[in-house]
């Protein structure tokens, strides 16, 4: 990509984003409940992280876009466990169990998204334990939760300036159109899907890592705001850094919500061990940017630089420890 004129309708096209927008209906629902990053359970993480003996039991819960579950409810099954299993291991977590709630008009309606969270179920070893289901609707809703634990916590709250900034993505997919869902995950052998989610905790645990958040449908800068906001930082984010399949544009890709993708906020000294551990997997990993003082979110391409979001002008979450909800 070329610099000036290119790189400014680039961060333009961010910063109109549906995915912007999604984030700070986050911050309005956080102020209507009054909670913020100060809470005794501080929220903005990608899991509630619940102090618990010498660890923390982590709680993670996503909804799905109607639109999702009607137009792809198989895979939206498979969603419904997958995206909360990455959430526990952003958190450097390992899960325990899985319940789900569902809504469909009738048993036929309901049976693709069913076979989807089972697949899923077997496929990353986390059994479904209970839930909540309603067969009589005039449409099909989904929503899951996983429980899990972790000893030592990767969190949105502890990026400091000076960190760099390391993504990690299994590339080895394709989407799963219309949406922009990069799909990794269905083809592969349940080894691998465990393998590679263990290593979160395990960069966590060897103290390479202390913040780290799960690339969402904000895609990579959109995240990486989120993981902004939280610490109290800026991110500047290096275009020419970031992996990326072959063959999908640039604007395509950072709006992009990938079946396993990570931000990770880690020192100088740690990022080739960190790199390393993924690309001993085959997951792409790399140095994309740093972290900075002050509160913009900016994407350079090395010869010009364009600020997408000022967290502090404009949350999102509204969670930051020095926020108050309104």
């Known amino acids: 990509m070329a610099a000036g004129s290119d790189l400014a309708s680039l961060a333009a096209s961010l910063r109109a984003s549906r995915s912007f927008g999604a984030k700070e209906d986050i911050g ?23 102090p618990d003996g010498e660890g923390h039991l982590l709680f993670a819960i996503e909804g799905f876009m109607n639109e999702f579950v009607a137009g792809d409810p198989w895979f939206a099954g498979w969603c419904g466990v ?13 899960p325990t169990a899985i319940v789900d709630a569902l809504w469909a008009d009738g048993a036929q309606n309901a049976q693709p998204v069913l076979e989807g969270l089972r697949a899923a179920s077997q496929a990353y070893g986390v059994p479904i334990v209970g839930g909540h289901s309603n067969l009589r609707t005039d449409r099909g809703q989904l929503s899951v939760a996983v429980l899990g634990r972790a000893k030592v916590l990767l969190t949105s709250f502890d990026a400091r300036p000076g960190d760099r900034l390391v993504a990690a993505t299994d590339l080895r997919g394709r989407y799963r159109e219309p949406f922009s869902n990069w799909e990794a995950a269905t083809q592969a052998p349940a080894s691998r899907l465990r393998g590679d989610l263990e290593l979160l905790p395990a960069i966590a645990e060897a103290g390479l890592s202390r913040a780290a958040k799960d690339i969402s449908q904000g895609g990579i800068v959109g995240t990486a705001a989120m993981l902004a906001e939280c610490s109290g930082v800026g991110i500047e984010i290096d275009i020419r850094e970031i992996p990326s399949p072959d063959g999908v ?10 079946s396993y993708g990570y931000l990770l906020a880690v020192a100088p000294a740690d990022v080739t061990a960190v790199t390393g551990r993924f690309a001993a997997r085959g997951i792409a990993a790399a140095d994309i940017g740093t972290v900075t003082m002050g509160s913009e979110i900016a994407i350079t391409d090395g010869t010009a630089r364009e600020t997408i979001w000022n967290v502090a002008a404009r949350p999102l979450l509204r969670c930051a420890p020095g926020e108050v909800a309104a």
């Open 28 to 50: 309005l629902v956080a102020g209507r409940l009054g909670l913020s990053g100060a809470s005794s359970v501080p929220v903005g993480d990608d899991c509630a992280a619940i």
């Open 82 to 94: 997958m995206v909360n299993l990455s959430d526990i291991a952003a958190m450097g977590g390992r």
């Open 249 to 258: 544009p640039l604007d395509r890709w950072l709006l992009t919500f990938p």
